[in-house]
C-alpha cells in the first residue's frame, strides 16, 4: 500500500525545489483556469525511436518487476512513488532512461483493462467516455536538465506509438492554456486535436468545473470533483 500523503508531501516539496513557490500556488490553487481536451489519432504517430538515441536515452514500460529491480532509479523520489501508485491502481506506463535514470514517465489508463483496477477519475470531470481502442493518457514528466532538444515532445509521441503498435486508435489527455510547453508539445509539433475548452477552479485536491464536454456523453454544466491522482 502507498503512503498517499507522504507522496503528496513529497511531491509538493520537490515541486517547490524545481519551481518556486509561486509556481506551486499557481498549480494547486486557481480559478477558472482553461483546460482544453484534445484527441490523438494513432493512425498518425510516426516512430520516432532512433532521435532520442542520438542523446544516449532509451525507452521501456514501466511494470512492478522493473521497478524491483534496483537497476534503474528515479531522478526524482516522487514520480518513483507515483509510478508505485499507478500500477498499484492498474494503470500503465513508458519511461525514457539515461545512464540507468529513469529522467521520465508518462501513464495511460485503458477502463476495457480494468480487471480489479481502479477508475482514473479524471474521465469524470473531463466527461469523457473512452470507446474500445482508446485510452486516457496523463502525467507526462520529464525532468527539467533534459527538456531540451525536443525530447519531451519525442517521449510523447514515441508513446504514442507504442500504444498504436499494442493496437489503440486513440488517445485522449488534456492540456492547460497556460502551460506553454504542454500546448507546444502537444497541438503544435505533435498534432493533438483540440475537442473542448473548460474552465476549472482548484484548491488543492478539490476541483470545480464549469462548462460541458461532448466527448462521448453529455453532463451538466457544472461539477464539483476530488482529484483522484
Not at 136 to 146: K, R
Amino acid at each position: 500500500m502507498i503512503d498517499l500523503f507522504k507522496m503528496r508531501c513529497i511531491q509538493i516539496l520537490e515541486f517547490i525545489k524545481s519551481n518556486g513557490v509561486s509556481s506551486f500556488r499557481r498549480e494547486y490553487a486557481f480559478v477558472n483556469r482553461k483546460a482544453v481536451i484534445v484527441m490523438k489519432d494513432l493512425h498518425e504517430a510516426p516512430d520516432r525511436y532512433d532521435y532520442l538515441s542520438r542523446f544516449d536515452i532509451d525507452s521501456m514500460e514501466i511494470t512492478p518487476e522493473i521497478l524491483s529491480m534496483n537497476k534503474y532509479h528515479h531522478a526524482f523520489k516522487n514520480r518513483y512513488f507515483k509510478a508505485l501508485h499507478y500500477l498499484s491502481k492498474g494503470y500503465e506506463g513508458h519511461a525514457i532512461i539515461k545512464e540507468n535514470t529513469i529522467i521520465g514517465d508518462m501513464w495511460y489508463f485503458d477502463p476495457h483493462k480494468l480487471n480489479g483496477g481502479t477508475y482514473h477519475r479524471d474521465l469524470d470531470w473531463l466527461g469523457i467516455r473512452l470507446p474500445e481502442g482508446a485510452v486516457y493518457s496523463f502525467d507526462i514528466f520529464v525532468i527539467p536538465s533534459e527538456r531540451g532538444n525536443n525530447v519531451s515532445s519525442t517521449f510523447q509521441n514515441n508513446t504514442m506509438y507504442s500504444l498504436r503498435n499494442k493496437g489503440y486508435t486513440r488517445a485522449y489527455a488534456y492540456y492547460w492554456t497556460d502551460n506553454v510547453p504542454a500546448v507546444w508539445n502537444t497541438k503544435v509539433i505533435n498534432k493533438w486535436k483540440e475537442l473542448e475548452k473548460l474552465s476549472v477552479s482548484r484548491f488543492f485536491w478539490y476541483r470545480r468545473v464549469t462548462g460541458k464536454s461532448v466527448i462521448g456523453h453529455h453532463r451538466g454544466t457544472e461539477s464539483a470533483e476530488k482529484t483522484g491522482t
